[in-house]
C-alpha cells in the first residue's frame, strides 16, 4: 500500500487553547440555542439518530424486536421521519437485515474488533468483509488507539486506508474515542488522518469508555472536517456518539454543528447521533408527553 507523507500534511499540527475552546462554545451555544432548541430541530436530531443496541447480551430476538420498532415507527408517527440507522455488532447484522421492511434506513455495524480495535488488521477487514457480506451497509471502526497515543500515525492511516478498502461500497465512519485522546492537538490529528485515509464520517466514541462524546471534541473535529472540506471539496459526515441521551444534550451539539460547518451538514446524509437512549426522550420532547416507543 502507498504510504501517505504524513510531513507533507499540511496542518497536521494545530494548537488549540482549551479554555478558549470552551468559552467559544458557549458563545456558539448562546448564538444558536433559540433556533436549535426547537420541535423542528428535536425532529431533525431524531432523523439523524443510529439507533443503537450494543451490548454483550443481545439475542438475535432482541434484534428482531429493535427492529420490529422501526419498521413500525412509519405507521405510529406518520409526521415524523425515521431514524437515520439502526446500529448493532455484526452477529445480528443478518437478522436485522432480513427484518428490516422500511425504506430509507440503513444497517450500521461495528466492526474491526469494536471497541478496543486490538487485534491484526487482517482480523479486522475480515471482519468488516463478512459483515458487509451479511447485510451491513454502513461500518463503524475504530483507530488502533494505542498507535494514535504512542505517536505512530503512518500505522494509524494505513489501517484506516486498509479498513476502507474492505468495506466495499459500505460507508466507513471512523471512531477516534476522543476522550481517551483528550488532547484537542490529538483529536486534530486523528481526524485528518482518518479523513485522508477515506472515512465517510468520523466518529466521537465507542459508548464504552469515559469519556465519551464531549462538545470540546465535537468543536474540534468540526473544525476538522471544515479544514478538510476547504482543502480538498470532500464533505465528511460527524457523529457524536456515547453518553447522549437528553434532549438538551442533543441540542447542544447541533448548535456546534451548525455553527461551525453550516445547514449542509445537518441532514442524516453528513450528520448522526449514535444512541442508544436519546430517540424516546426526543420523541417525549416533540409529542409533549412522556413517550417510550422504541
Ligand atoms: O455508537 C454508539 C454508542 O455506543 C452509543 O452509546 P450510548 O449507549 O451511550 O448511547
Not at 478498502?165 to 486523528?190: F, Q, R, T, Y
Not at 471539496?233 to 447542544?252: L, M, Q, R, S
Amino acid at each position: 500500500m502507498k504510504e501517505m507523507d504524513l510531513s507533507m500534511m499540511k496542518d497536521f499540527d494545530r494548537n488549540f487553547s482549551l479554555d478558549a475552546v470552551k468559552k467559544d462554545i458557549q458563545d456558539i451555544i448562546k448564538r444558536q440555542t433559540e433556533v436549535c432548541n426547537t420541535p423542528d430541530y428535536y425532529k431533525l436530531a431524531l432523523s439523524c439518530i443510529d439507533l443503537t443496541t450494543l451490548n454483550a447480551t443481545d439475542t438475535q430476538d432482541k434484534g428482531v424486536r429493535f427492529t420490529q420498532k422501526v419498521n413500525e415507527f412509519p405507521s405510529a408517527y406518520p409526521e415524523l421521519q425515521n431514524v437515520a440507522a439502526i446500529c448493532v455488532y455484526p452477529k445480528l447484522v443478518k437478522t436485522v437485515r432480513e427484518t428490516l421492511n422500511v425504506e430509507g434506513v440503513n444497517l450500521a455495524a461495528v466492526s474491526g474488533c469494536f471497541p478496543s480495535s486490538m487485534t491484526f488488521i487482517d482480523v479486522k477487514c475480515k471482519e468488516t468483509e463478512l459483515t458487509v457480506d451479511a447485510g451491513a451497509n454502513e461500518i463503524d471502526i475504530v483507530i488502533p488507539i494505542g498507535d494514535m497515543l504512542s505517536g505512530d500515525y503512518q500505522s494509524v492511516f494505513n489501517e484506516i486506508k486498509k479498513h476502507k478498502s474492505a468495506c466495499g461500497d459500505a460507508h466507513l465512519k471512523v471512531i477516534l474515542e476522543s476522550g481517551v485522546l483528550h488532547d484537542p492537538e490529538l483529536i486534530w490529528k486523528a481526524s485528518l488522518l482518518s479523513m485522508h485515509a477515506g472515512a465517510d464520517f468520523i466518529k466521537t466514541s465507542t459508548g464504552k469508555m469515559d469519556p465519551a462524546a464531549t462538545l470540546e471534541a465535537a468543536y474540534v473535529m468540526c473544525h476538522a472536517i471544515s479544514y478538510f472540506y476547504k482543502e480538498t471539496g470532500k464533505k465528511v459526515g460527524f457523529k457524536p456518539a456515547g453518553g447522549i441521551t437528553e434532549t438538551h444534550e442533543a441540542v447542544d451539539f447541533l448548535c456546534v454543528v451548525k455553527d461551525i460547518l453550516g445547514n449542509d451538514w445537518l441532514s442524516s446524509t453528513l450528520f448522526r447521533f449514535g444512541a442508544s437512549r436519546l430517540a424516546n426522550n426526543l420523541l417525549t420532547s416533540i409529542v409533549g408527553e412522556e413517550t417510550k416507543f422504541f
